[in-house]
């Protein structure tokens, strides 16, 4: 169950397999005693009262320690899903791993691929939060100057060129 409560979406069972102690077994007991649900024929998710109460009852170093599993599943997830066509699906994976990371680093990481992938998409609010959130935590010149770019193409896009300026000239500043 725990490496369950830190999913924010349903998920082949797999995902759920991913510590040694816990076998297929363990996840047709789970099911039976409706602790996990059946969405669609190949994935599985956690009601969000048990995810909520599982997940906040998890000491710092046990989240730490899977989400340390959890993260590249859901990385090579996203990417699996992106080579198969379905970007949709790779933003839902990813945007589960940046919910969950407890590395600024790499969570900034995936935020910002997040972003990408968002606008990709057509999500161009959407992705224009994720480079903003970024942006706030970067304090290297030339990773800012880089987000700063990307929120003016966000910004161009949506026919806010003047404000779209103004990134451009935040960036090279």
């Not at 024929?41 to 599993?69: C, N, P, Q, Y």
């Not at 935590?137 to 800012?144: I, L």
């Not at 060129?161 to 935040?170: G, H, S, V």
């Amino acid at each position: 169950m725990d490496i369950a409560s830190l999913y924010d979406i349903p998920v082949p069972a797999a995902g759920l397999l991913l510590e040694e102690a816990v076998r297929g077994r363990t996840l047709i007991g789970l099911r039976r005693k409706g602790l996990l649900s059946s969405v669609g024929t190949e994935l599985l998710a956690v009601h969000e009262a048990i995810r909520t109460f599982v997940r906040d009852g998890l000491s710092t170093e046990r989240k730490r320690t899977l989400v340390a599993k959890i993260v590249p599943w859901l990385q090579e997830e996203s990417e699996s899903a992106l080579e198969r066509g379905d970007a949709h699906v790779a933003i839902s994976y990813l945007a589960n791993a940046v919910s969950i990371e407890v590395d600024s680093v790499r969570r900034r990481s995936n935020l910002e691929r997040l972003g990408d992938l968002r606008r990709q998409v057509g999500d161009v609010p959407g992705a224009m939060d994720a480079y903003r959130t970024v942006l706030k935590a970067v304090s290297d010149g030339s990773e800012r100057a880089i987000l700063h770019r990307k929120v003016a193409f966000c910004l161009e896009i949506m026919g806010h060129l003047t404000e779209a300026e103004r990134e451009i000239d935040a960036g090279w500043r």
